[in-house]
């Protein structure tokens, strides 16, 4: 099942589409990196989502059940009282009452939601969060990274089975954002949380994120799962030759499964990991650089050269460049952001 | 909507080093009553000794009126609550102080991902009633405390169905009032200026406005310069609104026997029929804004 299925999602503020178009998919269990530049649309997204604000246009549906719409299809007032699934979000500042001491605001949220011993609860999300020795001190003296967990901990009261957040770690310090961050895998795996995480701190997401949904200018520009991420992250190796056609060929002949692409320049670049089977399995009977290499060792990347050049060898190519990449995932993302929406 | 409820009862009565919203209005009322009904025993001590700060002609005055309230609880409660619009602006600040905090502070939002919006604002018109009957309760036994403490000869001389009645009107009363406080933070939704707004209703600025433009077409009518159907209509309209009816109301329970005050407009069961169908019309527009209004804004 789907946790969460957009339509056509558009939200409109005067003449500027902050959300256009959007259709997005997170599957049941995903932690969802949601990935964007300032304004591309990722907070308005999530309000709507959460409810608290209203589509113009488009649908949401959450485990299956419609909860948010245009008004000429019903239920445009963001009302979730039929929900089954119980959602927390905390997007942008977090909503707490800063007269009030951080235990009174969870005892709130859970007396709210009918959480049963909301005292039990409260004080081990508390412990959870790190804010078990604040006592009763009102919230309006923490600082930004208190405030941040406390707005995390709110969010998971109830234990919800989607968690929506928007740059939660904003304001924490290392350790805590370490902390935070097992606790929301350990959730997710313990539990089967659905979460949506934005973040610009990439390396944050690149730890935990299963899925990434990229957006620019409001609309979804790709949506990846994590093995695609290290596939065009990871390393390459790239090959010109005087005859790209043949060598093309002759690779995807010698290297079944490989993950092979051509690059503008007429280069060839060949995924690393995706040379992991293809590079143990014996090419031809003279290449066997690699034949005794484990199907399960990745393969290294002196190895993989040494045996792509044999095979080129072989095949009468004229090698021009023979070398290894390696690609930043921020660089990818970056690109990613500046790409266009398809139409 | 019945865990959103408990969550604001929670929070009206925090004990924790007094932080409920409930503990600051029932301070803010002994002060208030008893400062008033000091005061006036004050006056009244002077009125019997004739000397100091107060003629003996004022003080007799005081003393004839205060007696006349002593007559009947729902008088005495009248005169001390709802005379000087004490009760109008507590209960109005009661509510705008949890509905502005919760915006903004951004609570509202944290609430409404179990609700939505909707439900949101449903239950604060709830809370509200609930708000008002527990303000209204805690005052009326402040008075009577404080007019116990300073020995005042109170009679407890009333029909309980006629107190019971008073009592209902008066909680009905002060419940619009808390409604149109709260449309008035959800539309303006800035502190400041809802204060502000919420003093100058709950005083009866507005009422007060529009009991002028009436006195003024009834002027232009008795100089046969027309305006005659036009007092009628804002002579009625000034005579439903809700602090002009609770200022009646301040006169006791034997008001609600008298004869309808709206011009032009004849209402069977007196000024009882006004008061129930001026708080139920003031009440119905204030739900339909806070209904409206409030779940299309984001937050």
């Known amino acids: 099942m789907y946790a969460i299925q957009t339509h056509d999602l558009t939200k409109i503020y005067g003449k500027k589409h902050a959300v256009d178009h959007l259709n997005m998919t997170v599957h049941e269990g995903d932690i969802y990196g949601f990935v964007g530049n300032n304004g591309a649309g990722k907070s308005t997204t999530m309000k709507m989502i959460a409810g608290l604000a209203s589509p113009t246009w488009g649908e949401i549906e959450l485990y299956g059940q419609l909860i948010g719409a ?22 942008e500042e977090p909503g707490v009452l800063k007269a009030h001491s951080a235990f009174d605001n969870l005892m709130m949220k859970a007396l709210a939601i ?178 005794s290499s484990s199907a399960t060792d990745p393969a290294p990347a002196a190895q993989a050269v040494e045996h792509i050049s044999r095979i080129l060898h072989d095949a009468d190519q004229v090698v021009l460049e023979l070398s290894v990449t390696e690609r930043d995932i921020e660089d990818y993302f970056v690109e990613l952001m500046g790409t266009p929406a398809p139409k | 909507m019945l ?36 005061f006036t025993a004050f006056m009244l001590s002077r009125a019997s000794t004739g000397s100091g700060l107060v003629t003996s002609q004022d003080a007799a005055e005081l003393a004839s009126e205060f007696n006349l309230a002593l007559v009947h609880p729902s008088a005495f409660l009248g005169s001390i609550l709802l005379d000087g619009a004490i009760l109008n602006i507590v209960t109005m600040f009661g509510v705008v102080v949890v509905a ?86 959800v539309l303006i939704r800035r502190t400041g200026a809802v204060n502000v707004a919420i003093i100058f209703i709950g005083a009866g600025a507005i009422s007060g ?27 009625s309209f000034a005579e439903l609104l809700p602090t002009n009816l609770i200022s009646r109301l301040a006169l006791g329970s034997h008001v609600l026997f008298e004869p309808a005050t709206t011009p032009g407009l004849a209402l069977p069961g007196g000024l009882a029929t006004q008061a129930l169908l001026g708080f139920c019309i003031v009440a119905l527009f204030s739900i339909a804004i806070i209904l409206t209004k409030g779940p299309k804004r984001e937050y």
């Open chain 2, 3 to 38: 865990g959103l409820l408990k969550s604001d009862l929670y929070r009206i009565f925090n004990p924790n080093r007094l932080r409920g919203e409930f503990f600051g209005c029932f301070v803010a009322l002994v002060i208030i009553i008893g400062g008033a009904l000091g």
């Open chain 1, 70 to 91: 245009h008004p000429a299809r019903g239920n445009a007032g963001g009302v979730n009282a039929t929900q089954t699934h119980h959602v927390g979000a905390l997007i």
């Open chain 1, 114 to 291: 009918g959480v049963i011993n909301p005292k039990e609860h409260c004080r081990d999300l508390l412990k959870l969060v790190g804010l078990a020795d604040t006592g009763s001190q009102p919230a309006k003296k923490f600082s930004l990274g208190m405030k941040q967990r406390l707005g995390l901990a709110l969010a998971l009261v109830g234990t919800p089975d989607l968690l929506l957040l928007d740059e939660p770690f904003n304001g924490m310090d290392p350790q805590a954002t370490r902390d935070m961050r097992q606790a929301l895998v350990r959730l997710n795996r313990e539990r089967g949380v659905t979460i949506v995480i934005s973040s610009h701190v990439l390396d944050q997401l690149n730890r935990m994120a299963t899925r990434y949904g990229v957006v620019r200018d409001g609309a979804l520009v790709r949506e990846i799962t994590e093995a695609q991420v290290h596939e065009s992250c990871g390393s390459s190796v790239r090959i010109k030759t005087a005859d790209p056609a043949r060598t093309l060929a002759t690779l995807e002949e010698r290297l079944p499964g490989a993950n092979l692409r051509a690059l503008p320049d007429q280069a060839i670049s060949i995924s690393l990991p995706s040379l992991v089977p293809a590079a143990s399995a014996p090419a031809a009977p003279a290449a066997s650089a690699t034949s």
């Open chain 2, 100 to 185: 502005c905090t919760d915006f903004r502070d951004g609570f509202a939002k944290t609430l409404m991902q179990g609700y939505g919006r909707a439900t949101y604002f449903l239950e604060k018109i709830v809370f509200n009633a609930i708000w008002t009957a527990l303000v209204l309760l805690a005052a009326c036994l402040i008075a009577i405390a404080f007019a116990a403490i300073l020995r005042f000869p109170l009679s407890l001389d009333e029909d309980p169905l006629h107190l019971f009645a008073w009592l209902a009107l008066t909680w009905l009363g002060l419940w619009t009032l808390t409604l149109v406080a709260l449309a008035i933070a």
């Open chain 2, 209 to 235: 406005f529009f009991d002028l433009f009436a006195e003024l077409c009834r002027v232009f009518s008795e100089f046969k310069l027309g305006a005659s159907s036009m007092y009628a209509a804002a002579g």
